[in-house]
């Protein structure tokens, strides 16, 4: 046990909006990327590493914080991310596969992907590595890494719920992953389940029933 | 000048805001005076091919999503797939609001839904 390990910490890394967009497009990235389908064991792992090689060379691309629990590094904001994922049928299966509407937002954003390639890599550079490992190994593997956070120890030996990586500072990073206002706004529709199916009933609502005015909407209350 | 015209999910929410939430009101409200004046660079257009021709300003917290009648009118594709049901009775100059979307929702817990 080492002095790293004062308390269990929360994985929630406190991101802001534009940040949740852009780990759920990576995830989805990642996802789909994986050389089979995948777990969410396998989802975390995946992640972190990625994550990992990212803040190494100054990339703020994933902006999860990472603790360390039983089955190595987990992130509760990613497993939020999965689930988004899910609810938006942007994935599915027990084993993660991304749909035809997340190949869909894949597709249509590939510019994205071109234009933050160094972020996409990445991914794919991990992928192509561990994706077709079983996951009991690669968390066999990710045990004996370091702890990035406390390089003294390894991620084996740090206490349950000690942070193993923290999301990235603005401040530190060389590179930011960008993203124009014009795709922030298509995306925030895809990646955000409450948004779409509000979104597409309004316009399935606009077939149906006519639109008031809104001198009248004022007047009537 | 542009006229708008809310659909029943924006008229309830804000309907909803103006009893709940004054300041969030205001600033929408505002925003609807911009865009009745020039609602093209008072908002970003959105390219992808599901969403095209939609619209995006924002209001301090508030997301407002609409289409201008007149270029929905010349985007043939859009008037085949997904005509409005009052299209005829549009004029050119008209504004239809589709959403008002609270930014701080997206913050909220995501339900497993089975």
């Known amino acids: 046990m080492g002095r790293n390990d004062m308390s269990i910490k929360t994985s929630k890394s406190g991101r802001i909006f534009e940040e949740k967009i852009i780990d759920r497009f990576l995830v989805l990235f990642t996802i789909h990327n994986s050389t089979r389908p995948i777990g969410d064991t396998m989802v975390q792992k995946l992640t972190f590493l990625s994550a990992l090689d990212m803040k190494y060379q100054g990339r703020k691309g994933f902006n999860y914080n990472f603790i360390k629990l039983d089955f190595g590094p987990y992130s509760s904001d990613l497993k939020d991310d999965i689930q988004v994922l899910l609810n938006n049928r942007a994935i599915n299966g027990h084993y ?77 990073a060389e590179r930011e992953f960008s993203l124009s206002e014009s795709d922030m706004a298509s995306l925030e529709i895809y990646l955000d389940p409450e948004t779409f199916h509000r979104f597409f009933a309004s316009i399935e609502e606009a077939k149906q029933k006519p639109a008031v005015e809104l001198s009248e909407v004022l007047d009537s209350v | 000048m542009y006229k708008i015209y809310l659909l029943s999910n924006a008229t309830r929410q804000l309907k909803r805001l103006q009893k709940k939430a004054r ?92």
């Open chain 2, 23 to 114: 300041s969030r009101f205001d600033e929408i409200n505002k925003v609807f005076d911009q865009l009745s004046v020039d609602p093209k660079t008072e908002s970003i257009l959105l390219k992808d091919p599901i969403l095209r021709g939609f619209r995006r300003a924002k209001a301090d917290e508030d997301r407002i999503r609409f289409r201008i009648c007149e270029e929905c009118r010349e985007d043939q594709l859009f008037l085949k797939n997904r005509k409005c049901v009052d299209c005829h009775g549009m004029p050119e100059n008209a504004i239809k609001i589709f959403d008002i979307e609270h930014r701080r929702s997206v913050y909220k817990k995501h339900k497993i839904k089975r």
């Open chain 1, 96 to 172: 993660r596969v991304a749909t035809k509407l997340g190949e869909y937002i894949l597709s249509n954003f590939s510019h994205i992907i071109d234009e933050n390639s160094i972020f996409f890599e990445k991914i794919e550079n991990i992928n192509q590595q561990y994706s077709h490992w079983k996951s009991k190994d690669l968390v066999r593997y990710v045990h004996r890494l370091k702890n990035p956070e406390h390089p003294r120890f390894s991620i084996h030996n740090t206490r349950q719920g000690s942070y193993i990586l923290r999301k990235p500072k603005v401040w530190r």
